[in-house]
């Protein structure tokens, strides 16, 4: 079976800190992990993915992404947060024997300017 | 939201009916997908189809139907049986690269129940 957590709702940071959105897995496999932002009202835009390789993922618009396999982690981050950063993210993963991927419930981030 | 394209951005249903939102892709992609949005739920996945002529039943597939008769398409219907239609639909389709698949979205439909 496979599953994913975002920990937290809600993260809140000030315009020009970094940022940090976190996503733990669960897979009986080998994960395939992604991220995905949403802004109001619109579909939810792919900004990166780790298969296999190097355990840092650069994305678009700045962001990137730490496997971790010991923590089972996929963390989002990027080192200085925008006010148009402000969305609703989402982590996905999909274990090596499975179809589909499977979606946390998000994490809205506010930057506050 | 690239070469997917949903419609309509908003659709009323009356109670009983059945009513079909329609998902179509330029992008040459074989797979495509149909999720369901609520809030605080993330997405959960209704059906999918990998090739033409195929589809397969996703996590809350009872009270939806779909179809895919062309690569470009895959219309999702909302049937009288699904008793909470109310949410976000978001269609996918999607292309191997890396030795992985990446979904891309479409802009979404909101259904909502008069």
């Known amino acids: 079976a496979q599953s994913v957590a975002q920990p937290e709702d809600q993260v809140n940071v000030a315009e020009g800190n970094p940022l940090t959105v976190k996503c733990t897995y669960s897979v009986s496999g080998n994960p395939y992990l992604f991220w995905y932002v949403q802004y109001p009202n619109r579909g939810l835009q792919f900004l990166l993915k780790?298969?296999?390789?190097?355990?840092l993922v650069k994305g678009s618009y700045g962001f990137e992404a730490e496997f971790n396999k010991s923590q089972t982690s996929f963390h989002l981050k990027k080192p200085s947060a925008l006010v148009s950063d402000s969305a609703l993210y989402f982590c996905a993963v999909r274990d090596s024997g499975a179809n589909n991927l499977f979606f946390g419930t998000g994490t809205r981030l506010t930057v506050i300017p | 939201d690239g070469g997917i394209t949903q419609s309509p951005k908003y659709l009323f249903r009356k109670e009983g009916q059945n009513v079909t939102l329609s998902c179509e892709q330029n992008l040459n992609h074989d797979a495509m997908y149909w999720y369901r949005q609520d809030p605080g739920q993330g997405l959960r996945l209704i059906y999918y189809?990998?090739?033409?002529?195929?589809?397969q039943k996703g996590d809350i597939a009872e009270g939806y139907s779909v179809s895919r008769e062309k690569k470009e398409s895959f219309p999702l219907t909302v049937t009288s049986a699904q008793k909470n239609p109310t949410a976000f639909y978001l269609c996918a389709s999607s292309i191997w690269a890396d030795k992985q698949e990446t979904q891309y979205f479409g802009p979404g439909t909101r259904l909502l129940v008069l």
């Open positions: 189809s990998q090739i033409v002529n195929d589809f």
């Open positions: 780790y298969i296999t390789g190097d355990n």
